[in-house]
């Protein structure tokens, strides 16, 4: 019980406990036997146990109750003798099994381990979460994730009773996802001849082709495996600006005569997509696209870092501005914000965008991922809008661990460090932000920014345990380090089970 991670939020008390062996019984509402399979299949890997879905509640040796009134993620636990759950939704009993298994040993997150019996103490708690947006941000344009490595890094996110998984799609340094009405976006923008070796600054690149991309099927296969695993995937396209890879496909949607190719580099291309009514008629038409693909997901439009400059030499865009009365060629990436946010929120979709664009009107309903700070976030709440805190100072997962000089070479030098107790000490909802206005944040996400990150051992380093300490946090039950510190201990040990290459806590 004392090392369930997320801490349990509400009250336990000692009772009779159990010891559970293969075959293990479980009566569960026939609407929840896709989360009974899904145990099912985690201990079968594990330990090679059965577990066994059976009508009648006598004779189970897990009971499980549906009640609808309760918190839609809420779950309690109670173990003397049989063990109880009691679950709000699908969700509940997903985190109910996910929280059953930390109470035994570690062996439970391993694969094809032994296991004779596994004890429970004896507890009883009820547990639902503070934040309803609980969310891992992963960037699979900088380095391509595959398809596997994402359904695992699902599954590891699970575990932690996160519930969203932000996919970054592209991004100058390559396009991720297959278009069939735009097929050069994957034949030519998927791919990069080169990238940086060692840090950008240093000014080396390598000349090995980089790239990869989704196809529908692909993305098909990561909802699934979402959805088994209560994740919402929530896809990013970022326009107009991080579009260096769409305009080596396409040059007629970008301003310059030079011929581009995917960047090599790392940071912020200022070839970005002009203003041409084609041009926005082109992104409405693949952001829809994307959003189709994802039915039931918010939609991020991206929106951060976006240069003016080659607007503000265009005599094209100056004449859009004219007609706009815009004073600033940075107005015209409104022109974007607004299109994209309108065509998705007609088509049912929630919207989200990074803070930059509050810089200029906001389509009601837009949501305001808070990245550049803190109160940013309180900005956008000021302004009626609903926000997830990301803020880069503590959930920027690309940033040194650690003023090791070992560390492995991350996105800023010395002294930017972001260390797991950093990331444990954060408060999510700004203390200043007026009380009246704190139902606007719907919780946060950490980022995991991948130009420094090219394969699954790192990002699980740069990942683990800094994910373990926000998923506390954003649970809504986080403590004191000294009382987190040996739960955490105890967490890795199932985590190496897993097989993660985690960053020791030393
Ligand atoms: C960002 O880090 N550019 C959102």
Known sequence: MSSVLPRPRFSESPLSGT???????????????????????????????????????????????????????GFSIQVAGIVD????????????????????????????????????????????PAYEWRGCHLDVSRHFFDVATVCRHIDLIALHRLNRLHLHLNDDQGWRVEIPRWPR???????????????????????????????????????????KRHIQIMPEIDLPGHAQAVLAAYPQFGSTTESLEVWTHWGISHHVLNVEPATLAFAEEVVC??????????????????????????????????????????????????????????SGHEVVAWDEVLDADVVEGTIIAAWRSAEKGIEAAARGLDVIMAPEQVLYLDVLSSDDPAEPVAISPLPRVTTWQDVYGVTITPPSLDTSLHHHIRGAQVQLWTEYIATRDHLDYMAFPRLCAFAEVVWGSATSIEEFRPRLEEHLLRLREFGVAFRPLN
């Open 19 to 73: 010891t559970l062996t293969s075959p293990i019984l479980v009566a569960a509402p026939s609407l929840l036997a896709p989360e009974v399979a899904t145990f099912a299949a985690d201990l079968a890997r594990s330990v090679g146990w059965v577990v066994e879905d059976i009508a009648d509640p006598e004779g189970a040796c897990i009971r499980v109750q549906l009640d609808e009134g309760m918190h839609p993620e």
């Open 185 to 227: 976006l994957t034949s030519v923008g998927a791919y990069r001849a080169g990238s940086p070796i060692g840090h950008e600054n240093d000014d080396v690149r390598d000349s090995v082709v980089h790239g990869g991309f989704y196809t529908a099927d692909d993305i098909a296969t990561l909802r699934r495996h979402a959805a």
């Open 85 to 128: 759950l009691v679950v709000g939704s699908a969700a509940g009993l997903s985190y109910a099994f996910g929280a059953l298994r930390q109470m035994g040993p570690a062996v439970l997150f391993g694969v094809a381990q032994e296991l004779e019996s596994w004890t429970i103490e004896g507890f009883n708690f009820y547990d639902e």
């Open 289 to 346: 696209y994307v959003a189709s693909l994802f039915p039931d997901s918010p939609i991020h439009i991206g929106g951060d870092e976006c240069p003016s400059d080659e607007w503000a030499e265009s005599p094209a865009a100056r004449a859009v501005m004219a007609d706009h009365g815009f004073t600033e060629p940075a107005q015209l990436q409104g022109l974007y914000t607004s299109r994209l946010a309108t065509a998705l929120l007609a």
